[in-house]
Nanobody, 116 residues
Framework: QVQLVESGGGLVQPGGSLRLSCAAS????????MGWYRQAPGKQRELVAT???????NYADSVKGRFTISRDNAKNTVYLQMNRLKPEDTAVYYC??????????WGQGTQVTVSS
């Protein structure tokens, strides 16, 4: 089993910053990519950013230049630094772990609210 535990969500004003963390534990041999997805009320879950074990990154166009994904392989943790936040970034953010054998796991989600 794999556990993904997110932290770092909260309420922030427009233009502010937050950093999300996701720690992976359990049977993580073969974990090759981690990422962040988000789901706003009434909308489908969408990709925010991903990073592979080789540090290759991918971002949604809506967050490019504002969000940065990184990982600490020694801690099996992935981070999402979110700057210049906008109200439209409000969503539940989910951590995702993808394995070479095709399995994927999700965290429980953390709420990010951008509001004045």
């Amino acid at each position: 089993q794999v556990q993904l535990v997110e932290s770092g969500g909260g309420l922030v004003q427009p233009g502010g910053s937050l950093r999300l963390s996701c720690a992976a534990s359990g049977s993580i041999f073969g974990l090759y990519a981690m990422g962040w997805y988000r789901q706003a009320p009434g909308k489908q879950r969408e990709l925010v950013a991903t990073i592979t074990s080789g540090d290759s990154t991918n971002y949604a166009d809506s967050v490019k230049g504002r969000f940065t994904i990184s990982r600490d392989n020694a801690k099996n943790t992935v981070y999402l630094q979110m700057n210049r936040l906008k109200p439209e970034d409000t969503a539940v953010y989910y951590c995702n772990g993808a394995f070479w054998d095709g399995q994927t796991y999700w965290g429980q989600g953390t709420q990010v609210t951008v509001s004045s």
